[in-house]
């Protein structure tokens, strides 16, 4: 083999070296782009069901709130009722 030749694919074959590199780094980023994605996701998504409960919580004495309202008006009612048949 001529040394022409020699040098010849011992460049080529840095260069596809090189470029089967740099492919699979470009691959090993994009995977660890992707399980970055996904734990971003899974924050995001305790994070909506902490807030759900949240919500839920807030609507269980809010109703429990209205509930004491109600008793309260029900209670000034009778009370007034109960005047005026005095």
Do not use: C
């Amino acid at each position: 083999m001529p040394r022409a030749w020699q040098a010849q694919s011992i460049e080529e074959s840095y260069l596809i070296s090189s470029s089967s590199n740099q492919t699979f780094m470009s691959m090993m980023l994009f995977m660890v782009l992707i399980a970055i994605s996904l734990q971003a996701l899974e924050i995001f998504w305790e994070f909506l069901l902490i807030l759900a409960d949240h919500v839920i919580v807030v609507m269980k004495f809010a109703r429990r709130i209205a509930s004491i309202q109600l008793k309260t008006q029900e209670t000034f009612k009778f009370l007034l009722n109960s005047r005026e048949a005095i």
